[in-house]
């Protein structure tokens, strides 16, 4: 026998075999081992040591194995009560079969003798497979005082973990984000949000801090950038009494009375203080609240001058007025109707509380009309009615949208709502033979209101089965099988295809979706008759629903069809790893990512290692750099922002607000700065640039956010830099620009080009249709509000323009062409979904991290791009050579020494902080391709005629006049807000990713690094019981008996309704996306949302009511019932992007965990929404509260049982057993899964 005489440790052999779930990490042997020959292999996941005195025995077999993916063992402590979750994420018919790590993903939950959660931990969740371990510690009073960080353990797989908070979590955090705790000792990190109570019996939060020195509470100074709280009640004179009368007692003619103040006591004050909060009122938002809970004034300052936004609510408890901040009001002066018309948001009901009139600031009135089952059948806003013609939805049995469409009909809503309501005819639509309806074949009837004959239909949506196949032609075809799955036909209840028609011509976009056995899209067809193009998706789906593999293949008349296929890799949690992209057999590696140890994205490399971009954040997950400023190597691009510990004399920021960036590029190797100053309302004032060459400054604004004056620096041709723009805005009577003048230079920046009293004109829908400043003398839109074409003619440094543009879009607001004509000469842009072409020549197709150019020799050249913090394009750079690397020219010498002088950095831009681009630098043109007209934002710049313009797809904005061209689409969302607005004034945080809305760049931390469980208890858990009881009050107050009608068929085999239908697809999902956005959870009910249908709408209402609650309370009925009909906009048709993972979101220990905005946001900005999800057992514990609340109140089974006599005389005895079952079906089967997947 061979004596070992010294360690050896053995990490040799790594493979990929089956191992039993026996797998340790480590192994080490003692002494006393010896081999003989007939023992098992040794396997092992990290390494194997054999310590002095084992013995081998001569001639024996040894046999010792690295297996870095080999499942390892749990441990879980027996001594403890715990609940452990374990998410299968391959096919297996028992544990026995886990061999791998990736094969499942494991938590548990350890609780103490009350029933507390104490510990809970994500097994194997960091990507060196260890533990990630949240320690939860309650001080005398039960109360979760400290919420504390996680950190990774190395100790036994899911073990019980006795922690000790210095070592463990301080000197952890202390370690690794060591500039957060400048001059702390251990005992002094705080890696913890505490919260300060008052002494009482309510326990409510006086204040609460977050990790890091900067955001420690200290509850005995108010100098520490903390949240704070008050509670109060109202004093005499303090808030206006608003009322709503009915002169004539006539429901639906509401009038706005003020009565004086409310009394003394009547109203309940929650006043909050954001980080940057010090004296005084600014940085505070108070909240006065009724005795209904309901909000009846938002109170924030500025200078310490109060804005008010006043919500006036009917005695049914109906939203019926909003008055912002903009109107003046005192003891004697009220709202005038002026005020009324052009800055109050109002809405009227009817006696069932349906919204009935809408009218938006700046906007005509808008009209909805319903039919007896209280679904939108028509609708109209004043651009419609000038005209004559109205939208309309048509539903199917179960309320699904089958068709809609615009009709000419000159009568207001009342008399044809009394019309509606005589109707006697069929309240649904049926499939049918093929017809010629409102000018198209299609597979429904005429049935309901109103008669589609001479209509135009507009889109049609067709589910349960292909017959709507039937007369098209064979590409449309079942492909049977796609990457080895087997399409199903079992197809009832899903979406199949559909029809969207191109505005403003006789061509159709037609696609069919086909699913495997699990109901999930893996073949998509598309054919748009407009653009000649045809296009196919094929999906390869992981066990969990997981992209692993993609097939584009697109075709444009007789050209040869483009096919690209994307692989896509992830880690054992569900990480995404690698993207691979083989377009025509040339393959490149899109992008490839890496994690920290607790799972956040820590840095990429793209265009396989063409450049590496890193990523720091603070302790609070705010990014601080984009690789290394001071340093910057082989890297194109550098990006810093700073916070709290501004380097350039700005004020210190403690609220997520930024108040310092730096960059740098290889073109020049300049490093430059902005410095940043804002209000108390987070609104942009200052921003200084490190040459003052550009900067920006005398930023002023109305209480609505309206742009008063903004002064630029910038290059005007010239050495002169000062004063490019000294811009003064006039407003009318609401929010509208009228006038803007420019002492400055009028030709450069923003052009100045009228001398009249009036530069700007708007139609009734309150879109801009004439810019004398630009020349443009018309502007026509379509029904969905989007330029259809702008007619201009001016003269730009001595160039003539003379021309117009024309759009054409689908129904469903998707831009498909933009023919441009100046001077007689005419381009056309053809839009087809990633792929954009130029006067029929394709130019670029779009992937993740940039474009890519088809060359002459049919060979592909890959574009990548640096993106900031808030998505717009920094700069773009191509391999064109093929070395392997970025030949970088910077004044005239090539830079890498390697004798290449062809610059392969193809643009940069660095902006204003309002998305004008700084001229007289950054000048790069590489290339003239039309995927680098995306600039601010990632938008697409329309420099065409001069306008200078970005197209945000929703809406047309204007960075030198700092506004959009028409009214966002969710004004009614941010009533303090003009709608004209961009970004909340703070354009170095938000961003609007389509013209809706502002989105936040930058997240708060994963749930882990947030102290999930408190925060969820206190604010998630209470809006998941809320929003269930709201989405309950919703289903069987605005939509009796839906819930429970369904065709015959339907009937028989105890098939729910639409509202059922909707809860049994969020059934189906991770609870993570069930409790984020409806629009981005639920696909199939995407697909279906349409103006007024039911189940996107009663989904969509679920989904904002749990991160939304408080909104809607805000809001009352007039945002819950309006908020999805609208906007025709809101159809999604399932494109590639659905199948593609997004690289922006975390995924810690199995949650997949999206971006969401700090809470410091809410409070400063009130209508900034925290998009928390969930996923844990403490999420099921709210969960399993909501399925309680559920059967209690009997909301959902309510709305089964309401309008059963009508259905009755329809189906007889059929509706009572259909109903028996559905009941059943729901009791039995859709709470306990949901409540089983939310554990």
Same mark, same amino acid.
């Given at each position: 026998?061979?004596?070992?005489?010294? $360690?050896?440790?053995?990490?040799?052999?790594?493979?990929?075999?089956?191992?039993?779930?026996?797998?340790?990490?480590?192994?080490?042997?003692?002494? /006393?081992?010896?081999?003989?020959?007939?023992? !098992?292999?040794?396997?092992?996941?990290?390494?194997?040591?054999?310590? !002095?005195?084992?013995?081998?025995?001569?001639?024996?077999?040894?046999?010792?194995?690295?297996?870095?993916?080999?499942?390892?063992?749990?441990?879980?402590?027996?001594?403890?009560?715990?609940?452990?979750?374990?998410?299968?994420?391959?096919?297996?018919?028992?544990?026995?079969?886990?061999?791998?790590?990736?094969?499942?993903?494991?938590?548990?939950?350890?609780?103490?003798?009350?029933?507390?959660?104490?510990?809970? @931990?994500?097994?194997?969740?960091?990507?060196?497979?260890?533990?990630?371990?949240?320690?939860?510690?309650?001080?005398?009073?039960?109360?979760?005082?400290?919420? $504390?960080?996680?950190?990774?353990?190395?100790?036994?797989?899911?073990?019980?973990?006795?922690?000790?908070?210095?070592?463990?979590?301080?000197?952890?955090?202390?370690?690794?984000? !060591?500039?957060?705790?400048?001059?702390?000792?251990?005992?002094?990190?705080?890696?913890?949000?505490?919260?300060?109570?008052?002494?009482?019996?309510?326990?409510?939060?006086?204040?609460?801090?977050?990790?890091?020195?900067?955001?420690?509470?200290?509850?005995?100074?108010?100098?520490?950038?903390? @949240?704070?709280?008050?509670?109060?009640?109202?004093?005499?004179?303090?808030?206006?009494?608003?009322?709503?009368?009915?002169?004539?007692?006539?429901?639906?003619?509401?009038?706005?009375?003020?009565?004086?103040?409310?009394?003394?006591?009547?109203?309940?004050?929650?006043?909050?203080?954001?980080?940057?909060?010090?004296?005084?009122?600014?940085?505070?938002?108070?909240?006065?609240?009724?005795?209904?809970?309901?909000?009846?004034?938002?109170?924030?300052?500025?200078?310490?001058?109060?804005? /008010?936004?006043?919500?006036?609510?009917?005695?049914?408890?109906?939203?019926?007025?909003?008055?912002?901040?903009?109107?003046?009001?005192? +003891?004697?002066?009220?709202?005038?109707?002026?005020?009324?018309?052009?800055?109050?948001?109002?809405?009227?009901? /009817?006696?069932?509380?349906?919204?009935?009139?809408?009218?938006?600031?700046?906007?005509?009135?808008?009209?909805?009309?319903?039919?007896?089952?209280?679904?939108?059948?028509?609708?109209?806003?004043?651009?419609?009615?000038?005209?004559?013609?109205?939208?309309?939805?048509?539903?199917?049995?179960?309320?699904?949208?089958?068709?809609?469409?615009?009709?000419?009909?000159?009568?207001?809503?009342?008399?044809? #709502?009394?019309?509606?309501?005589?109707?006697?005819?069929?309240?649904?639509?049926?499939?049918?033979?093929?017809?010629?309806?409102?000018?198209?074949?299609?597979?429904?009837?005429?049935?309901?209101?109103?008669?589609?004959?001479?209509?135009?239909?507009?889109?049609?949506?067709?589910?349960?089965?292909?017959?709507?196949?039937?007369?098209?032609?064979?590409?449309?075809?079942?492909?049977?099988?796609?990457?080895?799955?087997?399409?199903?036909?079992?197809?009832?209840?899903?979406?199949?295809?559909?029809?969207?028609?191109?505005?403003?011509?006789?061509?159709?976009?037609?696609?069919?979706?086909?699913?495997?056995?699990?109901?999930?899209?893996?073949?998509?067809?598309?054919?748009?008759?407009?653009?000649?193009?045809?296009?196919?998706?094929?999906?390869?789906?992981?066990?969990?629903?997981?992209?692993?593999?993609?097939?584009?293949?697109?075709?444009?008349?007789?050209?040869?069809?483009?096919?690209?296929?994307?692989?896509?890799?992830?880690?054992?949690?569900?990480?995404?790893?690698?993207?691979?992209?083989?377009?025509?057999?040339?393959?490149?590696?899109?992008?490839?990512?890496?994690?920290?140890?607790?799972?956040?994205?820590?840095?990429?490399?793209?265009?396989?290692?063409?450049?590496?971009?890193?990523?720091?954040?603070?302790?609070?997950?705010?990014?601080?750099?984009?690789?290394?400023?001071?340093?910057?190597? *082989?890297?194109?691009?550098?990006?810093?922002?700073?916070?709290?510990?501004?380097?350039?004399?700005?004020?210190?920021? $403690?609220?997520?607000?930024?108040?310092?960036?730096?960059?740098?590029?290889a073109s020049d190797n300049i490093l430059r700065w902005n410095t940043y100053q804002f209000d108390a309302l987070g609104r942009l004032l200052d921003a200084n640039s490190s040459n003052n060459r550009y900067d920006v400054s005398n930023i002023t604004y109305n209480k609505n956010g309206g742009i008063l004056s903004i002064t630029r620096n910038g290059w005007q041709n010239s050495s002169n830099y000062t004063n490019l723009d000294v811009l003064s805005f006039t407003y009318d009577n609401g929010n509208k620009q009228i006038a803007v003048n420019d002492i400055g230079n009028k030709t450069h920046g923003f052009r100045d080009g009228n001398n009249s009293e009036v530069d700007y004109e708007y139609d009734l829908n309150g879109n801009r249709i004439v810019d004398r400043n630009k020349g443009v003398s018309s502007i026509t839109y379509n029904h969905l509000n989007l330029p259809q074409t702008i007619a201009a003619s001016t003269v730009v440094e001595q160039r003539s323009v003379n021309g117009n543009i024309q759009y054409v879009y689908d129904a469903n607001a998707n831009k498909l062409q933009k023919t441009v004509t100046n001077n007689g000469n005419t381009v056309t842009t053809d839009y087809s979904g990633n792929y954009i072409y130029e006067n029929s020549v394709l130019k670029s197709i779009t992937h993740p991290e940039g474009y890519i150019e088809p060359e002459n020799d049919g060979t592909f050249n890959f574009v990548y791009q640096f993106k900031d913090n808030v998505e717009n394009v920094r700069l773009s750079y191509s391999d064109r050579d093929g070395d392997g690397k970025i030949d970088v020219v910077r004044n005239n010498l090539d830079v890498d020494g390697d004798g290449d002088n062809n610059q392969e950095i193809l643009e940069e831009n660095n902006y204003y902080p309002f998305g004008g681009k700084h001229q007289g630098y950054n000048t790069l043109i590489g290339s003239t391709n039309p995927a680098l007209r995306f600039k601010f934002s990632?938008?697409?710049?329309?420099?065409?005629?001069?306008?200078?313009?970005?197209?945000?797809?929703?809406? #047309?904005?204007?960075?030198?006049?700092?506004?959009?061209?028409?009214?966002?689409?969710?004004?009614?969302?941010?009533?303090?807000?003009?709608?004209?607005?961009?970004?909340? *004034?703070?354009?170095?945080?938000?961003?609007?990713? /389509?013209?809706?809305?502002?989105?936040?760049?930058?997240?708060?931390?994963?749930?882990?690094?947030? *102290?999930?469980?408190?925060?969820?208890?206190?604010?998630?858990?209470?809006?998941?019981?809320?929003?269930?009881?709201?989405?309950?009050?919703?289903?069987?107050?605005?939509?009796?008996?839906?819930?429970?009608?369904?065709?015959?068929?339907?009937?028989?085999?105890?098939?729910?309704?639409?509202?059922?239908?909707?809860?049994? @697809?969020?059934?189906?999902? !991770?609870?993570?996306?069930?409790?984020?956005?409806?629009?981005?959870?639920?696909?199939?009910?995407?697909?279906?949302?349409?103006?007024?249908?039911?189940? +996107?709408?009663?989904?969509?209402?679920?989904?904002?009511?749990?991160?939304?609650?408080?909104?809607?309370?805000?809001?009352?009925?007039?945002?819950?019932?309006?908020?999805?009909?609208?906007?025709?906009?809101?159809?999604?048709? @399932?494109?590639?992007?659905?199948?593609?993972?997004?690289?922006?979101?975390?995924?810690?220990?199995?949650?997949?965990?999206?971006?969401?905005?700090?809470?410091?946001?809410?409070?400063?900005?009130?209508?900034?929404?925290?998009?928390?999800?969930?996923?844990?057992?403490?999420?099921?514990?709210?969960?399993?509260?909501?399925?309680?609340?559920?059967?209690?109140?009997?909301?959902?089974?309510?709305?089964?049982?309401?309008?059963?006599?009508?259905?009755?005389?329809?189906?007889?005895?059929?509706?009572?057993?259909?109903?028996?079952?559905?009941?059943?079906?729901?009791?039995?089967?859709?709470?306990?899964?949901?409540? #089983?997947?939310?554990?």
């Open positions: 026998m061979r004596k070992i005489a010294k $360690y050896i440790t053995v990490a040799l052999l790594f493979v990929g075999i089956a191992v039993q779930a026996q797998t340790q990490a480590n192994i080490v042997k003692q002494g /006393d081992y010896t081999v003989t020959g007939n023992e !098992p292999p040794l396997i092992a996941t990290q390494s194997i040591t054999l310590k !002095p005195n084992s013995w081998i025995k001569s001639g024996s077999n040894f046999s010792a194995v690295i297996a870095p993916n080999a499942y390892l063992p749990i441990n879980l402590s027996n001594s403890e009560n715990y609940v452990f979750t374990r998410v299968y994420q391959e096919a297996m018919t028992s544990a026995s079969s886990i061999s791998n790590n990736s094969d499942v993903i494991d938590n548990i939950t350890y609780f103490d003798g009350l029933g507390r959660p104490k510990q809970q @931990i994500g097994m194997r969740a960091s990507p060196d497979l260890q533990d990630i371990v949240t320690h939860i510690k309650y001080d005398k009073y039960g109360r979760l005082d400290k919420e $504390y960080l996680p950190y990774v353990s190395s100790e036994t797989v899911g073990s019980y973990k006795e922690v000790n908070v210095g070592y463990d979590i301080n000197r952890y955090y202390q370690n690794k984000y !060591p500039d957060d705790f400048t001059g702390m000792a251990l005992y002094e990190v705080n890696a913890n949000s505490q919260s300060i109570y008052e002494p009482s019996p309510l326990n409510r939060v006086l204040e609460r801090g977050a990790p890091g020195k900067d955001w420690k509470a200290d509850s005995g100074s108010d100098a520490d950038h903390t @949240i704070k709280f008050d509670r109060n009640s109202n004093v005499v004179n303090e808030v206006i009494y608003f009322k709503v009368s009915f002169p004539t007692e006539n429901r639906e003619a509401p009038t706005l009375t003020k009565y004086g103040y409310y009394s003394i006591n009547q109203l309940y004050i929650t006043t909050t203080k954001d980080e940057n909060w010090t004296s005084g009122n600014n940085h505070t938002t108070k909240e006065y609240k009724d005795k209904q809970g309901r909000v009846v004034l938002k109170r924030t300052y500025n200078n310490n001058i109060a804005h /008010d936004t006043y919500y006036v609510y009917d005695d049914f408890g109906n939203l019926t007025y909003v008055i912002p901040p903009k109107v003046t009001l005192s +003891a004697t002066d009220g709202v005038s109707d002026t005020e009324l018309s052009e800055l109050c948001y109002q809405y009227k009901y /009817d006696y069932r509380n349906r919204l009935i009139e809408k009218k938006i600031p700046g906007k005509g009135w808008e009209y909805i009309i319903y039919n007896r089952l209280n679904q939108v059948v028509m609708t109209q806003d004043a651009n419609m009615k000038s005209n004559n013609y109205w939208l309309f939805t048509k539903y199917d049995a179960i309320g699904r949208v089958a068709y809609t469409g615009k009709l000419t009909d000159s009568r207001d809503r009342k008399t044809i #709502q009394n019309e509606v309501n005589a109707y006697t005819g069929a309240l649904w639509v049926e499939r049918s033979s093929a017809l010629m309806i409102g000018g198209v074949k299609m597979y429904y009837n005429d049935g309901s209101y109103p008669n589609a004959q001479n209509a135009e239909v507009l889109t049609v949506n067709y589910f349960d089965d292909f017959g709507f196949l039937a007369s098209e032609d064979s590409f449309f075809n079942n492909p049977n099988v796609v990457f080895g799955q087997t399409i199903d036909n079992r197809t009832k209840s899903l979406a199949t295809g559909n029809k969207v028609k191109v505005l403003g011509t006789v061509h159709w976009v037609t696609s069919a979706t086909y699913y495997d056995s699990k109901g999930r899209p893996i073949y998509i067809a598309t054919q748009n008759s407009y653009l000649n193009t045809s296009d196919i998706v094929e999906t390869k789906l992981d066990f969990v629903g997981k992209p692993i593999k993609t097939r584009t293949t697109h075709i444009k008349g007789n050209n040869t069809p483009i096919v690209a296929e994307d692989t896509f890799t992830y880690d054992h949690m569900s990480r995404a790893l690698k993207q691979v992209q083989n377009i025509g057999g040339q393959e490149e590696t899109i992008v490839e990512s890496s994690y920290d140890e607790l799972g956040q994205l820590e840095s990429k490399t793209v265009g396989g290692g063409l450049q590496t971009v890193d990523y720091k954040r603070n302790i609070r997950g705010w990014t601080t750099q984009i690789n290394d400023p001071n340093n910057l190597g *082989n890297d194109l691009f550098v990006f810093k922002l700073s916070y709290g510990r501004p380097a350039y004399g700005a004020t210190a920021l $403690y609220n997520g607000d930024i108040s310092e960036t730096e960059w740098r590029t990632n938008k697409e710049l329309v420099e065409e005629l001069a306008l200078g313009i970005y197209d945000y797809g929703a809406r #047309q904005y204007d960075p030198f006049g700092v506004t959009w061209w028409g009214i966002d689409p969710l004004a009614d969302q941010f009533t303090e807000w003009s709608p004209y607005v961009y970004s909340y *004034n703070s354009p170095i945080l938000f961003y609007d990713p /389509d013209g809706m809305a502002p989105n936040c760049c930058e997240p708060e931390l994963p749930k882990f690094l947030d *102290n999930f469980f408190g925060y969820l208890e206190r604010t998630v858990g209470p809006a998941i019981n809320e929003g269930g009881e709201k989405l309950g009050n919703f289903i069987a107050d605005f939509h009796p008996g839906v819930s429970a009608l369904r065709t015959v068929q339907g009937v028989e085999s105890g098939e729910i309704g639409a509202g059922g239908v909707a809860l049994e @697809i969020a059934s189906s999902l !991770p609870v993570t996306k069930w409790l984020k956005f409806g629009d981005e959870a639920l696909d199939v009910a995407s697909i279906i949302a349409k103006n007024g249908d039911e189940a +996107a709408e009663a989904t969509q209402t679920v989904a904002k009511n749990v991160d939304e609650a408080k909104s809607l309370t805000d809001s009352g009925g007039a945002y819950g019932r309006f908020d999805n009909i609208k906007d025709t906009k809101t159809g999604k048709n @399932i494109t590639e992007k659905n199948h593609i993972p997004t690289t922006k979101s975390y995924d810690l220990a199995g949650f997949n965990v999206s971006k969401y905005i700090g809470s410091a946001h809410i409070m400063k900005k009130a209508d900034h929404r925290a998009f928390i999800t969930t996923g844990s057992s403490k999420a099921a514990k709210a969960f399993r509260n909501l399925e309680g609340k559920l059967l209690g109140d009997g909301k959902f089974l309510e709305a089964f049982d309401l309008n059963a006599a009508a259905i009755r005389k329809q189906f007889g005895n059929k509706y009572d057993e259909g109903l028996k079952q559905a009941r059943e079906h729901y009791v039995n089967e859709v709470i306990p899964k949901l409540s #089983q997947q939310a554990q």
